[in-house]
């Protein structure tokens, strides 16, 4: 038998070997409650902060579905995040049946990242990752392109960092997200006529190619689908048709959403001009139903609120209708020792997007939206400075809003008021 002593000193010696032979293949390792992180990345407080990150941010994953903490207490993840992928193939840390990918991979409980020129970015992609893992464990799957890319940039795009990390953030500047890249290339589709339609983005087919593009309109689409409460119960169900990666998943969905299908696509074409930094879905939503009244032609009146996106009359206007619209009041832009005092014609000493900014715009938005269409039109958009006659070429919702950037709206105050008459 042997002694006390003897096993200490062997179990000792073990340890000793095992640490050594981590130590000597240039790697670091470091275990979280979540994750199991290698890497050679050169920076020891880097490497805390991504494995304190993705322990902060599964708990949010896990209540952001609805699941049980008990059934996630064993989960974790193998992540290698590499700047050097050779030296990982090398040590046979990259299976031969992974393919090769620009940014991420992950299969079953493993990830792999590049590693990006910025920490933000970096860790981004090591959270994007880790919900595919966690899709592929609640759902068996992470459905068709757009909704597993979606779903993972939803509870990706993140602020803060380490334990003070949280998920389903828009980012409120370029400066907090270096490198990340996806209003940049959805603005250059937006100035180039090219925004894809919402039937676009959900036939996106597997692409290992990370364009940029696809990652950013699938999570447009996931936010639009989990930011109204009507759609919310359909998008969540559909994660429990995880393991559908065909047509099949968008019938069933479509199914579900019914008469809301020509809201949710006039919702995406006003999302899509809009969405930018700063963007604010409590002041962003648009009330629109398919049940609105029909606009009897008597007068009326809306309010537009300066701290708040596009606002509808609340009516249908009928195709073949003349309207009068006629503006009034004024709105404070920015809460400063000298606030700037705006009317409908706004400020013409600075603009937004080419319009005064303070100016009240209006947008007449047809209730039937081709959902099949491949690209999205922009919005009809139109001045009111004063007063204004239009044309109603078809059933329409009648929206208003207060030419500013998204992101500087909290501190607008006050309204324009707008008479609408035949």
């Not at 370029?174 to 940049?184: C, L, T």
């Not at 047809?366 to 400075?385: C, H, K, Q, R, Y």
Request: charged share 20%; aromatic share 12%; net charge neutral.
């Amino acid at each position: 038998m042997m002694s006390e002593t003897r096993v200490v000193f062997l179990f000792a010696v073990w340890v000793l070997a095992v640490v050594s032979a981590a130590a000597d293949d240039g790697l670091t390792r470091r275990d979280g409650q979540y994750v199991r992180l290698t890497t050679d990345l050169a920076s020891e407080e880097e490497v805390q902060r991504l494995v304190e990150s993705f322990d902060a941010a599964v708990p949010q994953w896990i209540q952001f579905w609805n699941l049980s903490n008990s059934d996630f207490a064993s989960f974790q993840v193998d992540a290698c995040v590499m700047r050097d992928p050779e030296r990982f193939k090398r040590q046979g840390l990259i299976p031969e049946n992974v393919p090769d990918f620009p940014f991420g991979y992950a299969q079953g409980q493993q990830i792999w990242v590049h590693a990006q020129p910025s920490e933000y970015y970096t860790r981004h992609l090591m959270l994007h990752e880790g919900v595919h893992c966690l899709a592929f464990a609640a759902f068996g799957g992470a459905g068709p392109t757009w909704y597993q890319e979606g779903t993972a940039e939803l509870l990706a795009t993140h602020a803060g960092t380490g334990t003070e990390l949280t998920v389903n953030r828009i980012p409120a500047n370029r400066q907090e997200v270096p490198y990340w890249g996806r209003f940049k290339r959805m603005a250059q589709q937006r100035r180039d006529g090219m925004i894809p339609s919402l039937s676009t983005v959900m036939g996106y087919q597997p692409d290992l190619k990370g364009n940029v593009g696809t990652y950013g309109w699938s999570w447009a689409a996931a936010m639009l689908l989990h930011a109204y409460p009507e759609y919310r119960e359909a998008f969540f169900a559909a994660a429990k048709n995880g393991r559908t990666v065909g047509p099949g998943f968008n019938r069933r969905l479509e199914r579900t959403l019914g008469q809301q299908l020509p809201i949710l696509a006039a919702r995406w074409q006003v999302m899509s001009q809009d969405l930018d930094y700063g963007f604010d879905w409590s002041r962003e939503r648009v009330n629109l139903s398919i049940d609105d009244p029909i606009w009897d032609g008597r007068s009326l009146t809306a309010t537009v609120s300066a701290d708040r996106g596009w606002q509808s009359a609340g009516v249908r206007v009928p195709r073949g209708a003349r309207l009068r619209l006629k503006a009034s009041g004024e709105v404070t832009l920015a809460r400063t020792t000298r606030p700037w005092i705006s009317q409908p014609r706004g400020i013409t000493f600075q603009y937004h997007r080419g319009r005064p900014l303070g100016q009240l715009l209006f947008c007449v938005l047809p209730n039937a939206t081709d959902f099949d269409a491949a690209t999205v039109g922009p919005l009809p958009i139109f001045e009111l400075s004063d007063e204004a006659s239009i044309d109603i070429p078809q059933f329409s919702w009648l929206l208003f809003r207060v030419n500013d950037d998204v992101s500087k709206l909290e501190d607008n105050r006050g309204h324009y008021e707008v008479t609408v008459s035949r």
